[in-house]
């Protein structure tokens, strides 16, 4: 099993920045997608970025322009830089991983795991 770890989140006002991170740990033997995911009360979570482990990404429409996913493979860790925020990016934003682990006998791809989430409130 592999746990993430999201921080960074907080208050800001309308138009300020924050950035959060999610740290990988775990029998890893390979991660491959990480993403960021987000959810609004009363609506559906949905995704806000995501990178491969070659460093391609996408983002919602929403976000374009103005947040900026990266990661370090190094340190089994991906950040979500986010710029000019809005109050519509008020939400629990959740850190995504693919990836293969393993034991002491096997390896298990195809497995995902999720953070605990980490609150944003944007103020107007």
């Known amino acids: 099993q592999v746990q993430l770890v999201e921080s960074g989140g907080g208050l800001v006002q309308a138009g300020g920045s924050l950035r959060l991170s999610c740290v990988a740990s775990g029998n890893i033997f390979r991660i491959n997608n990480m993403g960021w995911y987000r959810q609004a009360p009363g609506k559906q979570r949905e995704l806000v970025a995501a990178?491969?482990?070659?460093?391609?990404?996408n983002y919602a429409d929403s976000v374009k322009g103005r947040f900026t996913i990266s990661r370090d493979n190094a340190k089994n860790t991906v950040y979500l830089q986010m710029n000019s925020l809005r109050p519509e990016d008020t939400a629990v934003y959740y850190c995504?991983?693919?990836?293969?682990?393993?034991?002491?006998?096997?390896?298990?791809?195809?497995?995902?795991?999720w953070g605990q989430g980490t609150q944003v409130t944007v103020s107007s």
């Open positions: 990178v491969t482990s070659s460093g391609s990404t």
């Open positions: 995504n991983a693919n990836y293969a682990s393993y034991s002491a006998t096997s390896v298990r791809v195809g497995a995902v795991s």
